[in-house]
């Protein structure tokens, strides 16, 4: 079946432009994460849905960064005004949630972001 | 605080050259473990779960094992195809759905 789809694939934007990066997750999961790695580093957590809400937003560097999913399917995450630092792969995921709260994620390929 | 660390940081092999990868974990209670692989310019790939100490996985040659305070994955006889970064993540018992994620193992074999 379809996996976890994000678009678009790259995204090269000028410093202080606005950009929206896209998530579809696997049909049927609730549950819907952004992380951020940058070159050479680990998985940055940066927001969790379950459903339309977000539960956990800790992760947001800045309130340059935002997110929304809607119809508990589709998200979009929005950075203002970009900065240099937050060039990076985007990745976004998604899982099932059960009873026991232990199901994997499972990943899409990434945004790679580049900000000139 | 819940913490993973994986070793090595980087391992190199020879083809058919076995070994394993570790992940320990200090967390207040496990509800999952979970293994990836992540090749270059890529997500990270599920491989296995494992919840409960004396679990074992197996895939192709691949196999993850659980004691209480760590997961071994080990790989026999591995092929240059399996150079790629490999991924541990925890789930706890404190209700978080967010998993606590290692820095990751980066293996290289050559043929």
């Known amino acids: 079946g379809a996996g976890v789809s994000q678009s678009p694939s790259n995204k090269v934007t000028e410093k202080g432009k606005d950009v929206e990066l896209r998530c579809d997750p696997i049909?049927?999961?609730?549950?819907l994460y952004w992380y951020r790695q940058s070159l050479g580093q680990g998985l940055e957590f940066l927001i969790y849905?379950?459903?339309?809400?977000?539960?956990?937003k800790s992760g947001l560097p800045s309130d340059r960064f935002s997110a929304e999913r809607t119809g508990g399917s589709v998200s979009t995450l929005t950075i203002q005004r970009t900065q240099q630092e937050d060039s990076a792969v985007y990745l976004c995921a998604s899982s099932l949630v059960n009873r026991g709260g232990n199901q994997p994620q499972h990943f899409g390929d990434g945004t790679r972001l580049s900000i000139l | 605080e819940d913490q993973v660390t994986q070793s090595p940081e980087a391992l190199r092999l020879q083809e058919g050259e076995s070994s394993s990868l570790n992940c320990s974990y200090t967390?207040?209670?496990?509800?999952?473990l979970f293994w990836y692989r992540q090749d270059p310019g890529k997500g990270p790939e599920f491989l296995f779960t494992l919840y409960s100490a004396g679990e074992e996985k197996e895939k192709e040659r691949l196999k993850a094992t659980l004691t209480k305070k760590e997961s071994f994955l080990h790989i026999t006889a591995p092929k240059p195809e399996d150079s790629a970064t490999y991924l541990c993540a925890v789930l706890t018992s404190g209700g978080s759905y967010i998993p606590t994620f290692g820095r990751g193992t980066s293996l290289i074999v050559h043929p």
């Open positions: 967390v207040s209670g496990l509800r999952g």
């Open positions: 849905f379950q459903g339309n809400s977000a539960p956990d």
């Open positions: 049909s049927g999961h609730t549950a």
